[in-house]
């Protein structure tokens, strides 16, 4: 899946650091949300949907085309240092 929505979170992902692929399909890489340094934080594409879990502080966000952008994945591209005007794309 590719969209305006997903291209942008994971830009921002990646940018962040050192992040790999699991075998479960995560991109993990250090948890924005909480600070942590350990790569517990995770990205997944699944179908139509993107979804973001910490498995640290088990803060989770996800969004599925074709429906609006929630505020909990709203927290998620601020702490991804997404600005307020690409958010609002």
């Known amino acids: ?7 942008t979170l994971m830009t921002h992902w990646r940018a ?16 924005v949300c909480c600070g ?3 790569q517990r934080g995770g990205l997944i ?3 139509d949907i993107i979804s973001y879990s910490c498995f640290n502080c088990s803060f989770k966000a996800s969004w ?3 429906r609006a952008i929630s505020e909990r ?9 997404i600005s307020d ?4 794309k």
């Open 73 to 81: 994945m709203r927290q998620l591209m601020k702490f991804l240092y």
């Open 64 to 66: 599925q085309e074709g």
């Open 45 to 47: 594409i699944d179908d």
């Open 16 to 31: 962040r650091g050192k992040t790999r692929q699991t075998s479960g399909g995560w991109i993990s890489g250090n948890a």
């Open 85 to 88: 005007s690409d958010i609002s």
């Open 36 to 38: 942590d340094t350990r």
């Open 1 to 7: 899946m590719n969209n305006i929505i997903t291209d």
